[in-house]
């Protein structure tokens, strides 16, 4: 197992994610307990000493059947990481309540890693308001040894990124994001990373393999990676690609079977990052894989000085390609919906008038509206 060195702990390099644990009947409330325990058993005893969950996971069971999990094993032989709510704007009155209401779901006396939970353009102006004390509480149980360490996680963009760390950044030791090959430039993960390194706030990871997108490439991708590294699993170039940014420190993975977790495990028996042929390679293949799914929008902004709503269609469009390719995979594609609730109404998608006015400065030419009207559909 590789590991990190960590403000004097050695943390696996590989952190288990308890997001996608093994359920029974393709219930997600109903988590098969025995396959977990029996996957957390392997885990531990190959190395894997940090494990995440959070309040929402599996309807709430998440924290519960980790706790149990974990319960057989010394404390300080594991370190256990979760999360205010803070997704669900109702909680945000609730940070104590919930807080004990953690320790007591997972037999916790104390939580060695806690996080504001994905940070965004939904609850961002809420996590900043002292009002709700959100802040305020968790650095009280810090004082009190009842957190370890504390962070964030973000989904949020660029700028939502830096208002959090603008208002609370000197109080953060770890910032997890969504961070791998396709989204280093789609979602303009590289800035993310540069701006957590500026802050030199180590970097946790989520979504290493996109929700599985990255597990299986086409024959064509599939075939160049393998004249490179001709032993290298695809998904281990995922891993190989986090292996090689700077700042990454944990790198979290939602195995559901035995499987995976065996494979991540090979995967980090060693570090072997990419050198600068590998990682021109797999970017290229990035691309190829953006530009099959996304609409090709250049963010020229033609279309918004000509859209009598004034509707920043340009962001709407990134909204939209995110929605398609997370979709498209699998994933949870929540994303786009948690920005569009921030939106006023007046700026949001249903607001075009599909008067076509975008349509006829569009240098790509873009069909805007329609693209519009399938996202009011998509979203609901």
């Known amino acids: 197992m590789v590991y990190k060195d960590y403000r004097g702990i050695k943390l696996s390099a590989l952190g288990f994610g308890a997001m996608r644990l093994p359920v029974i009947g393709g219930d997600d409330s109903r988590i098969d307990e025995e396959e977990t325990f029996k996957m957390v058993d392997k885990a531990m005893t190959a190395g894997i000493n940090y494990y995440d969950t959070a309040w929402g996971y599996h309807d709430g069971y998440s924290e519960i059947v980790m706790g149990k999990a974990l319960a057989k094993y010394e404390r300080d032989k594991f370190y256990i990481a979760t999360k205010f709510p803070g997704y669900d704007l109702s909680n945000m009155g609730k940070v104590k309540e919930i807080f004990e209401k953690q320790l007591e ?73 969504q961070l791998n090959y396709l989204d280093w430039e789609f979602q303009d993960a590289k800035a993310k990373v540069d701006l957590l390194n500026e802050w030199n706030i180590p970097i946790w990871v989520m979504e290493p393999l996109r929700g599985g997108r990255l597990a299986k490439l086409d024959e064509q991708s599939e075939k160049e990676l393998k004249a490179l590294r001709q032993e290298e699993a695809i998904p281990a170039w995922a891993f190989r690609f986090l292996q090689s940014v700077k700042g990454v420190t944990m790198v979290l993975s939602g195995m559901s079977n035995m499987e995976q977790l065996e494979a991540n495990l090979k995967t980090y028996a060693e570090d072997k990052p990419l050198n600068d042929r590998e990682m021109s390679a797999l970017m290229a293949i990035a691309d190829r894989m953006q530009a099959k799914k996304s609409i090709p929008c250049t963010a020229c902004h033609y279309c918004v000085s000509h859209c009598p709503m004034g509707l920043d269609i340009p962001y709407i469009i990134s909204l939209y390609n995110e929605h398609l390719l997370t979709a498209q995979a699998g994933g949870m594609a929540f994303i786009a919906p948690m920005a569009l609730m921030a939106m006023p109404d007046d700026k949001k998608p249903s607001a075009c008038l599909h008067c076509h006015s975008c349509e006829h400065v569009c240098p790509q030419t873009i069909k805007i509206s329609d693209m519009m009207a399938d996202f009011v559909n998509k979203i609901g």
């Open 105 to 177: 779901k997972t037999g916790m006396e104390y939580f060695d890693f806690y996080l504001f939970h994905n940070v965004c353009e939904m609850n961002i102006e809420q996590y900043l308001d002292p009002k709700f004390g959100i802040y305020d509480y968790l650095m009280e149980q810090k004082k009190n040894g009842r957190i370890k360490h504390l962070g964030f996680s973000c989904h949020g963009e660029y700028k939502t990124m830096k208002r959090f760390l603008d208002a609370y950044g000197k109080d953060m030791e770890f910032c997890q994001i």
